[in-house]
Nanobody
């Protein structure tokens, strides 16, 4: 069965850290650009970090730059999102997605709505992150 499964979400206090994992089964992540997206209640899903399959280049939204780090371990078929200095506004459901496209930049993968809505090959089901004291 082809799927992406996120894990690692939970409740954390402001200033705390979490590491999210996105594990693939049924296919190999090596050839896919991978992105982390999040959706807060009442808001649109937004791309926060994406990583290239070809050269490892990365993109971060301004809201998470300097606090979040995306990485991939192709041997484990898994992509991670290390989240530090979490804030209440980071509360959301976090999703990972895989996009098989050798032309699109990781910035476009993360920011272009048409790609997010229509272009992703696979989506995970999400993991909830709640930042609260």
């Amino acid at each position: 069965q082809v799927q992406l499964v996120e894990s690692g979400g939970g409740l954390v206090q402001p200033g705390g850290s979490l590491r999210l994992s996105c594990a693939a089964s049924g296919f190999t992540l090596d050839y896919y650009n991978i992105g982390w997206f999040r959706q807060a209640p009442g808001k649109e899903r937004e791309g926060i970090s994406c990583v290239s399959s070809s050269d490892g280049s990365t993109y971060y939204a301004d809201s998470v730059k300097g606090r979040f780090t995306i990485s991939r371990d192709n041997a484990k078929n898994t992509v991670y999102l290390q989240m530090n200095d979490l804030k209440s506004e980071d509360t959301a459901v976090y999703y990972c997605a895989a996009y098989l496209d050798g032309i699109t930049t990781v910035q476009n993968m993360c920011t272009v709505k048409a790609i997010r809505v229509h272009g992703m090959d696979y989506w995970g089901v999400g993991t909830l992150v709640t930042v609260s004291s």
